[in-house]
Nanobody, 115 residues
Framework: QVQLVESGGGLVQAGGSLRLSCAAS????????MGWYRQAPGKQRELVAT???????NYADSVKGRFTISKDNAKNTVDLQMNSLKPEDTAVYYC?????????WGQGTQVTVSS
């Protein structure tokens, strides 16, 4: 089992910045990647960014150049720095731990970007 707790969401104006943080605990071995996903009202959950155990990153096209994912292996944390936020970034953001046979999810944190 992996437990994930997100923090850092909130309300921000368009053009502003937020930093999300995810604290992981539990069975940390065999995690292939950590990631951030988001789900807007009426839409499916979608990938925002992932970072592998080796440090390789992947971003959704919609956030490239604006968001940065990073991790601290010593602290078991994964952060998402979000800059130049747009109203369409409004969603519940979920932290994920991706293993071969199972994915683990946090409870989500709301990000609202006002125009």
């Amino acid at each position: 089992q992996v437990q994930l707790v997100e923090s850092g969401g909130g309300l921000v104006q368009a053009g502003g910045s937020l930093r999300l943080s995810c604290a992981a605990s539990g069975s940390m071995f065999s995690i292939n990647a950590m990631g951030w996903y988001r789900q807007a009202p009426g839409k499916q959950r979608e990938l925002v960014a992932t970072i592998t155990s080796g440090g390789s990153t992947n971003y959704a096209d919609s956030v490239k150049g604006r968001f940065t994912i990073s991790k601290d292996n010593a602290k078991n944390t994964v952060d998402l720095q979000m800059n130049s936020l747009k109203p369409e970034d409004t969603a519940v953001y979920y932290c994920a731990a991706l293993k071969t046979r199972k994915n683990y999810w946090g409870q989500g944190t709301q990000v609202t970007v006002s125009s």
